[in-house]
Structures are given as structure tokens and as C-alpha cells.
């Protein structure tokens, strides 16, 4: 299994990116597809998540601002990303996992975001 996420880079404050990540190599259904970031001597947080079904949990911190989508049919989920500030500044990383028989808890390789202020 393989997750290829895509559609870091750098942006001013006030801009946008969109990110994306691609499944591949295994059967995904049921699941939960998901974004987290990692800023440098933190910990690993959960921005968004939306189940196969299309039902989302977003982060406080970026409600208003981030919208998760997925496409079950081609195994990606996006991230769309406005009004990006410095504080969004991270490795994000992308998370497919089922947490009934079968589970998988598969990651991604992670794409920098780096928003200059």
C-alpha cells in the first residue's frame, strides 16, 4: 500500500493551496480519510477527517478556513486550504485507516506547507 500526497509548498499569508493524496496497492472502503500536520517540536494533529461516507471533523483551529473532500471511486482525499497563516506552517501528512476487521492504518510520506508571513 501506498499513499502519495502531493500540493506543499510556499505561499504568502492570506493565500491558498490545495493538497491531495492517493491511495494505491490495497482495498480501501469503510474507512477514514484523514490530514495531520507536524510543526517542528510538536506533536502530530489532526486537521481534518471525512469518512467514506463524507461525514467531517475539522480542527478548531482551522474551521472556516480548511474543507476535506474525498473520491472513493479513485482513493483520494484533498485538502483545500484558504486564508493560510504562519501558524499553518507544517509537514502534512495524509491518513487512510479502518477501524473495524479489516483494519489498516496506512500513512503518507508527508508534503511541506510553509506559509510566510
Known amino acids: 500500500v501506498q499513499l502519495q500526497a502531493s500540493g506543499g509548498g510556499v505561499v504568502q499569508a492570506g493565500g491558498s493551496l490545495r493538497l491531495s493524496c492517493v491511495a494505491s496497492?490495497?482495498?480501501?472502503?469503510?474507512?477514514?480519510a484523514g490530514w495531520y500536520r507536524q510543526a517542528p517540536g510538536k506533536q502530530r494533529d489532526m486537521v481534518a477527517t471525512?469518512?467514506?461516507?463524507?461525514?467531517?471533523n475539522i480542527a478548531d483551529s482551522v474551521e472556516g478556513r480548511f474543507t476535506i473532500s474525498r473520491n472513493n471511486a479513485e482513493n483520494t482525499v484533498y485538502l483545500q486550504m484558504n486564508s493560510l497563516k504562519a501558524e499553518d506552517t507544517a509537514v502534512y501528512y495524509c491518513?487512510?485507516?479502518?477501524?473495524?476487521?479489516?483494519?489498516?492504518?496506512?500513512w503518507g510520506q508527508g508534503t511541506q506547507v510553509t506559509v510566510s508571513s
Open positions: 491518513n487512510f485507516k479502518r477501524v473495524w476487521a479489516p483494519r489498516y492504518n496506512y
Open positions: 496497492g490495497g482495498a480501501f472502503s469503510g474507512d477514514i
Open positions: 471525512v469518512t467514506s461516507g463524507g461525514i467531517t
